[in-house]
């Protein structure tokens, strides 16, 4: 998984090479787009299942295989309906610009097929099949590489996407014929429909809005610096990287302590157990900022000299994507309390919201967006903290965690 996610790191880095700035900032659009897609063209369901399948398998309940099966059923009617809403929103508005209009048509495909991947991810990562899950990172970074170069040279953004696609799709066949023959698309009931969304729609909030935390500062360089997007779409790039961080630290981990929590670990060990993990990643990650610096001294001067600007940006968004990381203990709240994660995710929101906004009233940098993404992170993180926190010193949670 760490190889993957330095391999998301260098695909970044190789592309802006290959697209040039502007068409950089198309794929960008792309990245954006889907980030937001990926959360809600699924209802809430994957947000469920995500949380509440580790503590049902510790509890051996019943059932989870064919709740499983009919997810998949409600995924595919969730995904179909919310990517034809979106296809007939983006024709009708119509964007002027060809390549703005190519890339908001290409997200919706890049998501339904994320979609399907990170569901079968889900699945491995549930079942606490960790070196599977990784190999199937590790392919899918190292296939967008190799691919997306040829692409990329070719076709330029277009090529690149359409070769991304054929990695994920590579992907879904290479996990369900190893690991997951069984999985099969059931049709949903009423009963799950209320369960899985009940559970998993405050969740849908707090991740797009913790999400809208990491882009927000993006859309505002969009809109008051469009010349300067392919700039901090680079070096978003490092953001890229802690998330995929975030997302290693959430397979690998969280669904083992909450699998250990549905088995009768107290909620006290499990919150030690995560809190040291994060001190062991922080440590290194606040090293890890000396050598960007010297690497980003040296690509100004060689390989990415017309990226100055985002290569100093991207020091600022490295702390930023740091401070999320000590958000890890947080899965608590999204499996115990998910009422508390979009609390915390709302103040992390209003902040990146309201300083966009004032920055933009002004004469921005770069930068100035870059230190507000860290602010935004910094109050996401210490909220989160805090309610975990609370949901410890409250004590133990029982309820059923199947439908029905």
Not at 360 to 384: C, H, K, R, Y
């Amino acid at each position: 998984m760490a190889a993957s996610s330095v391999l998301g790191l260098v695909k970044g880095l190789v592309f802006a090479k290959i697209l040039g700035a502007d068409q950089l900032g198309a794929y960008g659009l792309v990245l954006l787009v889907s980030q937001f897609g990926l959360y809600l063209a699924n209802w809430g369901i994957m947000s469920a299942l995500n949380n509440q399948l580790p503590i049902a398998l510790g509890r051996g309940e019943p059932e989870v295989d064919a709740l499983v099966n009919r997810s998949l059923g409600a995924l595919v009617l969730s995904c179909s309906v919310t990517a034809a809403i979106y296809v007939a929103v983006v024709l009708a508005l119509g964007p002027g610009d060809d390549d703005v209009l190519l890339a908001l048509l290409a997200a919706s495909i890049v998501t339904l097929v994320t979609t399907v991947c990170e569901f079968q991810f889900l699945l491995l990562r549930v079942h606490r099949r960790l070196a599977a899950l990784g190999r199937m990172y590790l392919l899918r970074g190292g296939a967008a590489i190799a691919l997306g170069v040829a692409a990329g040279a070719a076709w330029g953004f277009v090529g690149i996407i359409v070769s991304e696609l054929l990695v994920l799709a590579l992907v879904v066949a290479v996990s369900r014929q190893a690991w997951l023959r069984h999985v099969r698309v059931d049709r949903p009931n009423r009963a799950d429909l209320r369960w899985l969304m009940a559970r998993g729609a405050p969740l849908m909030v707090a991740n797009l809005l913790i999400i809208g935390t990491f882009t927000i500062d993006r859309v505002f360089v969009a809109a008051r610096l469009p010349d300067e997007f392919g700039q901090y779409t680079l070096a978003s790039f490092v953001v890229v990287g802690w998330l995929a961080v975030t997302g290693i630290l959430n397979q690998a981990v969280a669904p083992q302590l909450l699998f250990e929590y549905g088995q009768g670990r107290s909620l006290l060990a499990v919150r030690r157990h995560a809190l040291r993990i994060t001190g062991l990643i922080a440590l290194p990650g606040a090293l890890g900022l000396l050598v960007l610096a010297g690497a980003t001294n040296w690509a100004k001067d060689s390989v990415l000299a017309e990226f100055g600007p985002g290569l100093d940006a991207m020091l600022i968004l490295y702390v930023g994507g740091l401070v999320s990381v000590v958000a890890l203990p947080g899965f608590l709240l999204h499996a115990l309390r998910p009422a508390f994660s979009t609390g915390a995710a709302i103040l992390g929101a209003l902040v990146a919201l309201a300083g966009g906004a004032a920055l933009s009233a002004g004469e921005p940098e770069i930068n100035d967006f870059a230190w507000l993404f860290v602010a935004s992170q910094a109050v996401t993180t210490a909220a989160m903290l805090g309610g975990v926190e609370w949901v410890v010193r409250r004590g133990p949670i029982v309820r059923r965690h199947m439908p029905g």
